[in-house]
């Protein structure tokens, strides 16, 4: 069973950069042709799609976050890590990490998720 879990601040303070790490158990991230993945869902808003780090270690982000985001990993910790440079209070949201599996649609795991507040 692949099991996914978020860790980082919860709260980060303007134009500072979000760092969070996604700590993945049950499977390795360098193996199984998979995709893992950001998403973000602000406060009453749907989820947004930040970016994804292939198991090859190519990474891919969303147009309106791309100048803002880089996605990397530690194979070693079998961890990928999320920083988004330059926050604002509009970053403020819950964070997800999950896997994609490109033979099916979707994400199939989900870490619980971690709010992060940007605020002074």
């Known amino acids: 069973q692949v099991q996914l879990q978020e860790s980082g601040p919860g709260l980060v303070r303007p134009s500072q950069t979000l760092s969070l790490t996604c700590t993945v158990s049950g499977g390795s991230i360098t193996t199984g042709a998979y995709f893992w993945s950001w998403i973000r869902q602000p406060p009453g808003k749907g989820l947004e799609w930040i970016g994804i780090?292939?198991?090859?270690?190519?990474?891919y982000y969303s147009p309106s976050l791309k100048t803002r985001t880089s996605i990397s990993r530690d194979t070693s910790k079998n961890q990928f890590t999320l920083q988004l440079s330059s926050v604002t209070p509009e970053d403020t949201a819950v964070y997800y990490c999950?896997?994609?599996?490109?033979?099916?649609?979707?994400?199939?795991?989900w870490g619980r998720g971690t709010q992060v507040t940007v605020s002074s």
């Open positions: 999950a896997r994609h599996d490109p033979k099916r649609p979707g994400l199939d795991y």
């Open positions: 780090i292939a198991y090859s270690g190519s990474t």
